[in-house]
């Protein structure tokens, strides 16, 4: 009786219509095997213990649930013929030997790697399906399943990945669609000079996610990274200049040119950077990051006066900001160690 303990009341009820189906009158009393291929379950293993675990497999892929049509996913049979017709023994469906494999792996997870830990957080909590799969059958994130988009049919393929599985997903454990995920494709894509590309997505992005303003701020972080590579710096901050004039101020803020500015830095563009953490440090003078990164321009370029002037000045306004009186203390103790 042991394997009732964890059956979930919801995969009792949906499991009842198909043992009414499939199971011979005398189903309970009888627990012999009349299962003709199992290699990883056991040979005498119950009728009950046998459709929880088919549950599981269908919920943890997300397979429709409805007439037992999930268990074509791996199954041979056909929603046209009664599902007792159905050649459950047969291996014809890659997707079942697939799903052998998976059997085979969540035993040993569960009997032997979890099954040693001493202590354990909560000891009927198994692996499943479920874990891995979160109601989905192809187990890739959201990102490896766009990229593999976009490498066969483009930005289009990508965009139309992207709001199929969205659409049909939003809300579920299948995939992670918080802004982050295009704001990562996107930018990666600005960094191969996709600029066309990156835009689309970047401007989807900010679609989707109209409250967001970092959705929008990278959006107009591309343009300006465009700008930058086909028109030059100045032009770039021209452009900045406007969508700070027109923007609200949680979209174009000190963020903005600073994570353009070290994008470019990062690239060995250092003097365009320089350029962009300059005028930043001038649009945003009351904030106190393009400080600290003007500061650490200038002590990489061995101007560690100025850099020290940065902390001095911001400090003389702001007494009280501990995060700047330790960067001045860790600079200044930085420059005497170098001095020696
Ligand atoms: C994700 C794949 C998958 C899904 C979905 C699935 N099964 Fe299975 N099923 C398997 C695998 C794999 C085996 C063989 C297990 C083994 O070799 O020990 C199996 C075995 C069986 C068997 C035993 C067949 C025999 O005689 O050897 C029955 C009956 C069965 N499944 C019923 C179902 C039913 C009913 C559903 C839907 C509720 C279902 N399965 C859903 C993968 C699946
Ligand atoms: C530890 C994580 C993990 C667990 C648990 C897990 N899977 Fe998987 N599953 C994967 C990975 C990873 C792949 C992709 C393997 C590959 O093709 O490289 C996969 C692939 C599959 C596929 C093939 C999907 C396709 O699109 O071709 C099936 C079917 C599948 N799993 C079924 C199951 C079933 C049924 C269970 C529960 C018995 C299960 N998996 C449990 C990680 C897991």
Sequence with gaps: MKHFSNVRPFALVVALPFLAFVAPADANAQEES?????????ENISRRELNRIMLANQIGLGLPRRQNEGCLYCHEGD?????????????AKPEKIRARAMLQMV???????????????????????????AGRTDPRELPEILWAAYDTGGIEQLVSEYQSLRDRYYGADAYDFRPHVLDGISTEL??????????????????????VPDARANWLRIKLEQTESERGVEAALTEFATFKATEPSDVVSYG???????????????????????????????????HESMASVLRASGDWDGAFGLYEDWLGRNPDH??????????RARHARQSN
Excluded at 34 to 42: F, K
Excluded at 79 to 91: H, L, T, Y
Excluded at 197 to 210: F, G, I, K, W, Y
């Design 107 to 133: 035993a040993d997870i569960n009997g032997r790697h979890l099954a040693g830990i001493e202590d354990r957080v909560a000891p009927d909590l198994e692996v499943t399906c479920y874990t891995c799969h």
């Design 190 to 211: 600005a960094d191969r000079d996709s600029f066309s590309d990156a835009l689309t997505l970047a401007r989807l992005n900010s679609e989707v996610h109209p409250t």
């Design 79 to 91: 929603m046209e013929i009664p599902v007792g017709e159905w050649d459950f023994a047969s291996d």
């Design 256 to 290: 903005l040119l600073d994570w353009m500015g070290w994008r470019l830095w990062l690239k060995d563009r250092k003097d365009v950077a320089t350029r962009i953490f300059e005028t930043n440090l001038s649009e945003f003078p009351n904030d106190y990051l393009p």
């Design 322 to 331: 501990a995060m700047a009186r330790r960067q001045l203390t860790n600079l």
């Design 34 to 42: 009349q299962y003709s291929n199992l290699r990883v379950l056991p």
